[in-house]
């Protein structure tokens, strides 16, 4: 008899472990020293040998620090329930999280600040961010004019689409190029990290681009400046910020564990200044 196997089925737990450790550049030796899994043990979970007790996937995703919904993912594998919940941002039990956001965003004024899911999708932005994403081109929007303060309804403007594409950012960004290049090798490393499809896709997009610059191979990137500048031309001024990224760091929701706060804070008093005036 032959046996036939799903294409699409999901593989097995111990396939799935495997990968990340790999991913992650860590022998089973390493990993048993991590997670205290014997390592007999643990390469018989990997071959499908034995099966792992929940608590044992637990401790090796921990070990491996997978994130939070491929956590959910190795569990179904094991024939575990999902541990960490997903809510969509506008379901009612989010309500306080959008008026801490709001908050956030709209205390920083007059600079710019946006919140951004795991694929940089924009969800919500105050004034002055939502100002440069409505100057950009109905094609690199893709999407209704932003709101600020507001959480956007799908489809939502996505900042690698924006950063990328000719009618988006690139005419308001005095060192584009730079960058494009930052934010686009922080995707290509996170995706390094958890494999995610559609992010992947979204790259993919980006680079395809008229005139976006090549990223150099993954080994062969060399170190990278420790602060990328934001450099607005606006007439007359040459404005400079710094960007700052903040995650919530203690969220047990997969949809709160991927949001992120970016913040642009002025690089010099003479930006301060300017961007006050103007704002």
């Keep these: 008899m032959t046996m036939r196997t799903d294409p699409g089925a999901a593989p097995p737990v111990g396939t799935l472990l495997a990968r990340w450790r790999r991913q992650r550049r860590m022998s089973q030796l390493d990993l048993a020293g991590e997670s205290g899994v014997s390592t007999r043990h643990l390469s018989f979970v990997e071959s499908g040998r034995a099966r792992p007790s929940r608590d044992m996937v637990l401790r090796l995703c921990s070990a491996l620090a997978v994130p939070q919904r491929a956590r959910n993912e190795v569990l179904l594998a094991a024939g575990f329930a999902p541990v960490f919940r997903e809510t969509p941002l506008d379901a009612p039990a989010m309500a306080e999280v959008l008026t801490a956001l709001r908050m956030i965003l709209d205390r920083h004024a007059p600079f710019p600040g946006v919140a951004l899911d795991a694929r940089w999708d924009i969800v919500m ?3 002055a ?8 081109g109905p094609d690199a929007l893709r999407a209704p004019p932003v709101v600020p303060l507001v959480l956007l309804p799908a489809p939502r403007p996505n900042l690698l689409r924006l950063l990328a594409h000719p009618q988006g950012y690139r005419n308001a960004l005095g060192n584009w190029e730079e960058v494009a290049r930052a934010i686009l090798g922080r995707v290509r490393r996170e995706i390094a990290r958890d494999g995610d499809p559609a992010r992947r896709a979204l790259l993919t997009e980006a680079l395809a681009y008229p005139g976006v610059p090549p990223l150099p191979e993954l080994d062969a990137a060399g170190a990278a400046g420790l602060v990328v500048p ?5 007439p007359g001024a040459t404005l400079r910020f710094l960007s700052t990224i903040a995650t919530l760091g203690t969220a047990q929701d997969i949809t709160l564990q991927e949001l992120r ?3 642009l804070h002025p690089a010099d008093a003479a930006t301060d200044r300017a961007f006050r005036a103007a704002g």
Excluded: D, M, R, S
């Design 125 to 127: 932005a105050n004034a």
């Design 129 to 136: 961010y939502a100002a440069a994403v409505n100057g950009c």
């Design 230 to 234: 934001v450099i607005l031309a606006a």
């Design 261 to 263: 706060i970016e913040t």
